[in-house]
């Protein structure tokens, strides 16, 4: 592991070298000292980051020093979206709670004082490995999810956005999230207010040249371990891309994702029937009120059609309302599937997330909604691994 601290301040070199090698309650203490394994000191200021960056590849960056304008901030965001494995940490102070919310948005992964204490740096080093521990293990076969929703509005894109925002953060997934609205989609607005590298109909042209590097390269990296891929900018680029496209794609995905969630439109088209081939589950979102339920039987139905059985298919309420005229039992009947979860209306926090492009998790973690939907993705992690354990045991048997 190769870590790199950069800042024009000697004195802070010198102490935070010395506390991560040489206190014995680093975790990076007593680490062997071959160069695979080494923490390098570097005097230089902002500008000097990407250089060394490039040279040395680190695991773990720590910048000491201020970040203050816009040209600063952009080397912090380019190294991010480069070097997607990197853990970006920050020693700085004085920095505003708005400004704190804007270099986590770019890609740090961390802000601690200029001058950080014992604790702060051990504290850090120990996320930091426990992270980069679990999201380098190997990944069986990712798990494909798909979110549609049975009417326009029923919240299929907030749902598919946080909770592949929380499978990365909070269960420390590989997350690929997919928007196929391929007229006017709008995940990635949900996460990040940044502009994507390009999107799903740059792939479809470059088709012969798709392989992980490319597509890491055409995503838009939320967390080290989230990226978005996002629907193409004019609308018209969408009869670019092609039910083989999409089968391609998938195939990459599942090889270097644990999850690979996909926000399916509501146009029934070979694009998108052929996405839901590949997907392991569908997740039809929809409210309790009849022109959603009505919709709903349309949809459901016409999945059946296709051939999908009802093991694959999870109903999902949102804006659950337990006085709603309409109960969960009733919507269950009719559609004569159960409701696999049910997530609470909260139209303040919601709205507020989704108009500052900031996920529940991070933006509202103790609100009801965000809770719920931080069981949901603890039970999609409980039961996938259930799977593999199934599926190993059965392997084992089977000689
Ligand atoms: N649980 C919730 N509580 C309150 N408001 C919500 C909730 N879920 C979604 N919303 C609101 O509903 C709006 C529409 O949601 P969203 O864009 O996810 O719907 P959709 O099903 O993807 O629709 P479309 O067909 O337009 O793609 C969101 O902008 C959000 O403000
Ligand atoms: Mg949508």
């Known amino acids: ?13 010198d102490t935070t070298c010395q506390i991560l090698t040489k206190d014995n309650s680093s975790p990076l203490f007593l680490s062997d000292t071959s160069d695979k394994h080494k923490v390098l000191p570097v005097e230089g ?3 000097k980051v990407m250089s060394v960056v490039e040279e040395e590849k680190p695991d773990l960056l720590l910048f000491g020093g201020m970040v203050d304008d816009d040209s600063e901030l952009h080397v912090l965001e380019q190294v991010a979206s480069q070097f997607h494995n990197l853990y970006i940490v920050l020693l700085t102070s004085g920095m505003s709670s708005e400004k704190l919310m804007h270099v986590m948005r770019i890609g740090v992964r961390e802000v601690l004082s200029a001058s950080p204490t014992k604790e702060e740096l051990i504290g850090m080093v120990s996320r930091f490995k426990e992270r980069m521990y679990k999201t380098k293990l190997p990944t069986d076969h990712g798990e494909v999810l798909a979110f549609i929703p049975c009417k326009g509005g029923s919240g299929a894109t907030f749902i598919a956005t946080n909770l592949a925002y929380i499978l990365a953060a909070q269960e420390n997934k590989r997350v690929a999230l997919i928007d196929l609205n391929l007229q006017l989609g709008d995940a990635s607005l949900f996460l990040s207010d940044i502009k994507p590298p390009s999107s799903i109909a740059d792939i479809a042209d470059q088709i012969h040249r798709l392989d992980s590097t490319f597509l890491a390269s055409s995503m838009l990296q939320i967390l080290p371990n989230l990226d978005v891929l996002s629907s193409p900018y004019e609308p018209d680029q969408a009869t670019k891309i092609t039910p083989d496209h999409i089968s391609k794609l998938i195939k990459i995905l599942v090889e270097n994702y644990d999850f690979v969630i996909l926000d399916i439109g509501r146009r029934m088209d070979a694009v998108s029937i052929r996405a839901l081939d590949k997907t ?10 009849l022109p959603f339920v009505r919709d709903a039987k349309r949809l459901i139905e016409a999945l059946f059609s296709l051939g999908y059985s009802s093991d694959k298919i999870r109903l999902i ?3 659950y309302d337990k006085k709603s005229e309409i109960t969960l039992d009733d919507v269950s009947d009719t559609l004569r599937l159960k409701v696999a979860a049910s997530i609470p209306n ?7 997330a989704v108009n500052h492009g900031v996920p529940v998790y991070k933006f509202a973690r103790d609100s009801q909604v965000s809770q719920v939907l931080m069981g949901i993705g603890a039970n999609i992690c409980g039961n996938k691994l259930k799977k593999e354990k199934v599926g190993w045991f059965e392997k084992m048997i089977s000689g």
């Open 45 to 47: 200021d902002i500008w």
């Open 346 to 352: 909260n139209y303040l926090v919601v709205e507020q």
């Open 280 to 289: 392991d589950f569908i997740y039809p979102v929809l409210q309790q009120t």
């Open 1 to 13: 592991m190769i870590v790199t601290v950069i800042s024009k301040n000697q004195q802070l070199l």
């Open 317 to 319: 309420i949102n804006r």
